[in-house]
């Protein structure tokens, strides 16, 4: 991919990541907010603004770092999903009934992912159908068509990955309040060696098999009824 292509991309696909991030984020502490915590509003935390989200290495750096490299130096070309925020700074003592809070503040970031994708998917559907696409050029190879794609592709994947139970993925936290207490031990040793399962899961290309099938199925989903 030359340069011309590659600069252009580059910006629609981290513009895409900060407001994925961002949602993510903020929905964690809108929904700790109401469940009686304001830690993370009197932060400015309830925004999507990115600035207040952003890593400067997990946000900006790494994920830069591998979009150039899966577009120049991969042979798969495949856009990378590696990309983190700032978390959310939560106060889980301040809470009302803590257990209900824990599972809804921990589920809301991936509910933020799910529901701009579903807005997204509706978007698209509709340009598809109509003759707005025709008007318009939307494909996968034009600006819009771009946007569109990288904007269900992230969102679907943010919410999915985060649903794995391992520290610190949501997921991880979800598992903790559903299990029985007998299960405590194995939720020690999920939290004690979880994050390194979790690296050994991504770089053995683990988390892109469970990822793979979903976004296949709603780009199923998306061109049903267009071709």
């Given at each position: 991919m030359n340069p011309e292509q590659l600069i252009p991309q580059l910006v629609i696909y981290?513009?895409?990541?900060?407001?994925?991030?961002?949602?993510?984020?903020?929905?964690?502490?809108?929904?700790?907010?109401?469940?009686?915590?304001?830690?993370?509003?009197?932060?400015?935390?309830?925004?999507?603004?990115?600035v207040a989200h952003t890593d400067p290495i997990g946000t900006l750096l790494i994920p830069i770092f591998m979009f150039i490299y899966a577009q120049v130096g991969s042979p798969a070309g495949a856009i990378p999903l590696l990309g983190w925020g700032k978390p959310t700074p939560v106060n889980p003592l301040r809470w009302r009934n803590k257990d209900l809070a824990n599972v809804m503040v921990s589920i809301a970031g991936i509910l933020a992912n799910l529901l701009i994708a579903t807005i997204t998917f509706v978007i698209f559907k509709i340009l598809l159908m109509t003759n707005i696409a025709n008007q318009l050029d939307v494909s996968t190879q034009e600006p819009l068509g771009i946007f569109l794609t990288d904007m269900l592709i992230m969102n679907v994947s943010l919410a999915v990955f985060n649903l794995l139970p391992f520290p610190p993925l949501d997921g991880s936290r979800i598992l903790d309040s559903i299990l029985p207490p007998s299960m405590q031990p194995m939720l020690e040793l999920l939290e004690r060696y979880g994050f390194l399962l979790l690296l050994v899961l991504i770089s053995v290309g683990f988390t892109r098999v469970i990822i793979s099938p979903v976004i296949n199925f709603v780009f199923y989903l998306l061109l049903l009824g267009v071709r």
């Open positions: 981290m513009v895409v990541l900060l407001l994925a991030v961002s949602a993510h984020e903020a929905g964690h502490a809108w929904m700790s907010y109401k469940f009686g915590d304001d830690t993370a509003r009197l932060l400015g935390r309830i925004t999507l603004n990115p």
